[in-house]
Every structure is written in structure tokens, then in C-alpha cells.
């Protein structure tokens, strides 16, 4: 027998395989439920279906509470295309990539990821169809500068970058993180629609959706 809960507000849930893995945004960690998906099915505006067994322990440790958040989450697009980036783009746009990485990069550091998801919190909502051709442009140009500024990071921060990077050019994207299991890994990329900018279809395939921020 089940019953409905829903993830508190800094908690997100996805099922891999027989297990469910946990992201706690406010504490900064993943963490896996071995087992756990014969027992509870989280869905993608922020609901849990949980057998009435265990539903007092996922609200003793934090995990759920039988509010609905205020909005529901949005439901995350399955990615189907990537952008390829343009190889020779406009001198122009290489300065204005070189300039907007330079202070991503002095926002990124040190701060803790819940403070990362929340920074284009505005833009939320807002991912729109773009001109491909430009948008390639944007990527080619990003992609071109990028490994000629300094502290170049892992896939969080070289993410978060790109989409600093594009909202100064007035385009919204959606940061989507990812994980997998056994072993574990977790990865994070950046889509407009069902298009992944800045990285490969099939590498963002491999992992499941956990977050969009």
C-alpha cells in the first residue's frame, strides 16, 4: 500500500536501477538508498509515492514532508539533439565568452552549490527556442576561450560558466545534474528544450536526471 509525500524543498530524488539516489542541494552531497525503488517512486514535480511503511522514516531524516511545494517542480526534458559548436565563430564573441568566463569564474569559487542552482534563479522558466546558427556561434566562441582562462574546473563549474556566459547574451538555459551508479558518478550539463549546449548527447544520456535548475 502507498501513499503521497513530497521532497523537501532542498531534496531531489531519482530512481537508478533498483536503488534511489538522493541529492541534498543544502548539503552540498549525494547519497543512495540501496534497494529503495521497490519501496518508493519519486516523480518529476516533486511527489513520492511511498509504501506506508517507511513513511515515517523519510520524514524523521529530512527526506519528506506531506506539503507540496509552492511552485511544483518542473518536469525535466529528456535530452534528443546537441549543439555542435560553430569551429570558426566571430572574433566578437570570442571577447565577449572570454570576458563573461572570467567573472563566472570569480562567482563560482567557493560557493557551495545551493548557492550556484539558485544564482539564475530569474531566468527559471525561461528557456526558449533559439537560432540554432547563433547559438552555435555562442558554443564555438565558449569553447574557444575556455582553455585559455585560469582555475578551469570539472564539469559543475565549466557548466555553470557557459550558462553565465549565455544568460549575458539574454539566452536562458536549464542546468540539469545527473547521476549513475555502481560506481557512482555524477555529472551536470546545460539544455535549451531537448537540446544539450556544451557537451555530448551521449555522455549526458548515461547518467539520469536528478535536477533542473
Known amino acids: 500500500m502507498t501513499a503521497d509525500l513530497w521532497c523537501h524543498p532542498n531534496i531531489y530524488l531519482t530512481v537508478v536501477d533498483e536503488d534511489v539516489v538522493v541529492l541534498d542541494v543544502a548539503g552540498d552531497r549525494y547519497e543512495c538508498l540501496l534497494g529503495a525503488a521497490s519501496l518508493l517512486q519519486p516523480e518529476a514535480d516533486g511527489r513520492i509515492g511511498a509504501d506506508v511503511s517507511i513513511m515515517d522514516e523519510l520524514r524523521t531524516a529530512g527526506l519528506a514532508g506531506d506539503l507540496a511545494p509552492n511552485p511544483v517542480r518542473r518536469p ?32 563560482f569559487r567557493g560557493k557551495p552549490i545551493s548557492v550556484l542552482v539558485d544564482y539564475h534563479k530569474a531566468l527559471r522558466g525561461r528557456a526558449e527556442e533559439q537560432d540554432e546558427a547563433w547559438l552555435a556561434d555562442l558554443a564555438g566562441a565558449a569553447r574557444r576561450v575556455r582553455p585559455w582562462i585560469p582555475f578551469e574546473g570539472e564539469c559543475l563549474q565549466r557548466s555553470f560558466q557557459l550558462r553565465c556566459y549565455l544568460a549575458s547574451r539574454g539566452v536562458a538555459a536549464d542546468w540539469i545534474f545527473g547521476v549513475r551508479t555502481w560506481p557512482f558518478s555524477a555529472h551536470c550539463w546545460l539544455q535549451i528544450g531537448d537540446l544539450v549546449v556544451g557537451d555530448r548527447l551521449e555522455r549526458v544520456r548515461r547518467y539520469a536526471p536528478i535536477l533542473r535548475a
Not at 549543439?83 to 570570442?94: D, H, I, T
Open 76 to 107: 525535466i526534458v529528456p535530452p534528443t539533439r546537441e549543439l555542435m559548436p560553430a569551429s570558426r565563430p566571430p572574433r566578437s564573441e570570442m571577447v565577449r565568452a572570454a570576458f563573461a568566463w572570467i567573472v563566472a569564474t570569480l562567482i
